[in-house]
């Protein structure tokens, strides 16, 4: 199921040195993590990891999507929302989308994934170049209904290989912060 649906403005996206005033710093540490989130996950859950997928398939981006791919506004792309779980528990939600016109003949299969991590495949192809985090509270309206709630946070990042870009976000659940012992709420 898409969640795209609602006409939300487009929250946004900051850097680290922009956010004012800082969360947690053990919440900052999740949010500019620059390594595998999915291998964070796998360590977290002592190798009790998976991906479920919600949605995928080719639809139209929003507009903060397109503006951080480089893309005309209303351009067509491959939209993949999943959770990664841990112990069978959703602790962050994740939606990936990359440019229909860029994926074509690029060799990189989004549709073939099912329950396999984005993350993880990014990281091992040393060709993608990861561009900056940046993050903001992403609109509830956004996220799944079973684990839509204001302020939670979101991070997103743009992995780069030749014309091909691909725009993941992550948003982080309560359900993680509970397992990592992080305090979100201080904004």
Do not use: K
């Not at 949010?31 to 989130?37: A, C, N, Q, R, T």
């Amino acid at each position: 199921m898409q969640h795209t649906e609602s006409p939300v403005p487009a929250p946004l996206w900051l850097p680290q040195s922009h956010l004012t005033p800082l969360p947690d710093t053990s919440v900052l540490d999740w949010l500019f993590d620059e390594g595998s989130l999915t291998r964070r996950l796998i360590h977290l859950t002592n190798d009790a990891f998976s991906v479920t997928p919600l949605f995928e398939g080719w639809q139209t981006l929003r507009a903060d999507e397109c503006a951080a791919l480089d893309l005309a506004e209303g351009s067509e792309g491959w939209v993949r929302e999943v959770y990664l779980r841990g112990h069978g528990q959703a602790l962050v939600f994740a939606r990936s989308v990359a440019a229909r016109s860029a994926l074509q003949g690029d060799g990189l299969h989004m549709d073939e994934l099912g329950s396999r991590s984005l993350g993880e495949l990014l990281f091992c192809d040393r060709a993608f170049q990861r561009r900056a985090i940046e993050v903001c509270h992403y609109p509830q309206a956004w996220l799944p209904s079973e684990v839509r709630a204001a302020e939670l946070w979101g991070r997103r990042s743009r992995f780069d290989r030749g014309a091909l870009s691909v725009l993941v976000a992550e948003i982080f659940l309560p359900t993680l912060w509970s397992a990592t012992g992080a305090h979100p709420e201080n904004r």
